[in-house]
């Protein structure tokens, strides 16, 4: 068998959580492969909406293997509130969820780090979720990081403390107050509660999982935009985003990737700094934030709204090497006369149709106009009952991309979804 993956092809946001909640009665594994709780992941049923940070978005169905791989750094703080608040739904967790050995912790003077850089860059500051993400991933590549495994090692509060000493040196560059005592209680209950858990060599797991012709789905976070190789640089995210994330975040080989599912909005949104090409900083950019309920699962931040950008699309698709499309949000351009969509960028005078080296290098974008469907499709559950308004939307992206558009989101809840 071949791990699929599901991951983002914008900036973020586009709805990642709701689908791999959507296919996990497909699967018989679910597993995160990079990112940490800078992630929420949101998923709507039975009129409750919960927001996952950790923990992978197929934990909700009863006969799946959950599994946070190597890749996916961990804040214990934030994984046992994480926990406390499923177990509430009567969640059997410790016999669904499963961690990898590998993946490494987020101390609190990470987050004190993480902070403590983000203020001193002031107007340069690339718009951190300031929860520790970037300083344990430095940690990580600097060979200095502390991993799950270590907590079952009987020099662990040595390696915490030796590590813990190196980040308070490096706050001494900083005038930045702190008193990381205050958090380290929590921390450590945190640790505690991770110990509860079945703790893995998930690169073994895995491979055994998919040579035992078990169905792996592999979820991502953030979006392709945000990639640390291939995204809109310095302003992006710590990991790998792209499904080659998902080898090295898991411990499979390329060969063992089956279908990439790319998951997109209708339309664009961005959180944080950054350059943005189609973003609307005028009253349709506020109707479609407000439409679209786009405020941030984690931070609460607004995000920043644009039109559908189809140069980053097509991107995305090349890197990620995607198989089929996912169009999620489209209910929210339900009463719009007309939709744009970009088709290019002008960049000191010409059109491209490919990302420049620095996005902030982009002029204007090219848009064409597609007239709307002007109807409430959120309550559609037949294919056939689409507009041909949407649907002709639908097929440009197609062309315009040569990928399959094979599902459909027409609103948060895991009923709204068209499967084409």
């Not at 608040?85 to 050995?101: D, E």
Request: proline share 4%.
């Amino acid at each position: 068998m071949k791990a699929d993956v599901v991951l983002g092809l914008q900036w973020g946001d586009e709805g990642k959580g709701k689908i791999v909640d959507v296919l996990t009665p497909n699967y018989d594994v679910i597993t995160r492969f990079q990112g940490g709780p800078n992630a929420g992941h949101s998923l709507e049923f039975n009129e409750i909406k919960h927001v996952l940070h950790s923990i992978p978005s197929g934990i909700f169905h009863a006969n799946q293997i959950n599994i946070i791989g190597n890749g996916v750094v961990i804040d214990p703080v934030i994984f046992k509130k994480e926990t406390t608040s499923i177990y509430k739904l009567g969640v059997p967790l410790q016999n669904k969820l499963q961690i990898s050995r590998k993946a490494h912790l987020i101390l609190p003077s990470h987050r004190i780090l993480d902070a403590a850089s983000e203020a001193a860059k002031g107007l340069t500051k690339i718009g951190s979720t300031l929860k520790g993400i970037g300083p344990t991933y430095m940690d990580k590549t600097g060979r200095n990081g502390l991993r799950v495994g270590d907590i079952l090692q009987s020099d662990f509060k040595e390696k915490y403390n030796h590590l813990k000493q190196k980040h308070i040196a490096l706050l001494r560059m900083y005038n930045f107050s702190y008193n990381i005592e205050e958090q380290e209680k929590e921390w450590f209950e945190g640790i505690d509660e991770i110990r509860k858990y079945t703790i893995i060599d998930s690169e073994y797991e895995v491979n055994h999982l998919l040579s035992d012709g078990k169905r792996v789905l592999a979820e991502g976070a953030q979006g392709t935009m945000l990639d640390i190789d291939f995204g809109s640089y310095p302003f992006v995210t710590s990991s790998n985003t792209i499904s080659a994330g998902a080898c090295t975040g898991l411990g499979i080989a390329p060969s063992r990737i089956g279908e990439v599912f790319g998951v997109f909005k209708a339309y664009c949104t961005r959180v944080g700094s950054g350059p943005f090409p189609t973003e609307l900083d005028d009253e349709t950019g506020n109707t479609l934030r407000e439409k679209g309920h786009e405020y941030g699962a984690t931070t609460g931040r607004p995000r920043r709204c644009g039109w559908l950008d189809m140069v980053a699309l097509r991107y995305s698709i090349l890197i990620n090497g995607v198989t089929q499309l996912i169009m999620t949000k489209a209910d929210v351009l339900s009463d719009f006369d007309i939709i744009k969509i970009c088709t290019g960028y002008k960049v000191q005078g010409r059109i491209m149709e490919q990302i420049p080296y620095d996005l902030q290098e982009v002029d204007s974008p090219e848009y064409v106009e597609m007239k709307g469907w002007k109807r409430d499709v959120s309550e559609i559950t037949e294919k056939s009952d689409i507009p041909s308004e949407l649907i002709r939307y639908i097929e440009f992206v197609e062309k315009e991309t040569g990928i399959p558009v094979t599902i459909v989101s027409l609103g948060p809840d895991r009923r709204q979804i068209i499967f084409r």
